[in-house]
């Protein structure tokens, strides 16, 4: 079964940090590119960060310096590091593996508020 599974969001006070987990199905993972998007309220989903499998990364103009994104190959797992949060970093985050069609999966809410 084609799966990513998010863990890893909640509520932070501005300036603070969270750490997103992806899980994912081998099958969907090894050599493809992984990434985060993330869908503010009442806005359209929107690129965060990529990740190919040698390494490269792509990151947003609004997160650069403060999100990083890692993966470990072994354990089929995408990271994002969020850092020096601001309110409008509120969103649903989504994994994706850019594997056949495309893969998401189900989000994972970050709020960002004092």
């Known amino acids: 079964q084609v799966q990513l599974v998010e863990s890893g969001g909640g509520l932070v006070q501005p300036g603070g940090s969270l750490r997103l987990s992806c899980a994912a199905s081998r099958s969907i993972f090894s050599t493809y590119v992984m990434g985060w998007y993330r869908q503010p309220p009442g806005k359209q989903r929107e690129l965060v960060a990529l990740m190919d499998s040698s390494g490269v990364t792509h990151y947003a103009g609004s997160v650069k310096d403060r999100f990083t994104i890692s993966r470990d190959n072994a354990e089929s797992t995408v990271f994002l590091q969020l850092n020096s949060l601001k309110p409008e970093d509120t969103a649903v985050y989504y994994c994706?593996?850019?594997?056949?069609?495309?893969?998401w999966g189900q989000g994972t809410q970050v709020t960002v508020s004092s």
């Open positions: 994706y593996s850019a594997a056949g069609p495309g893969y």
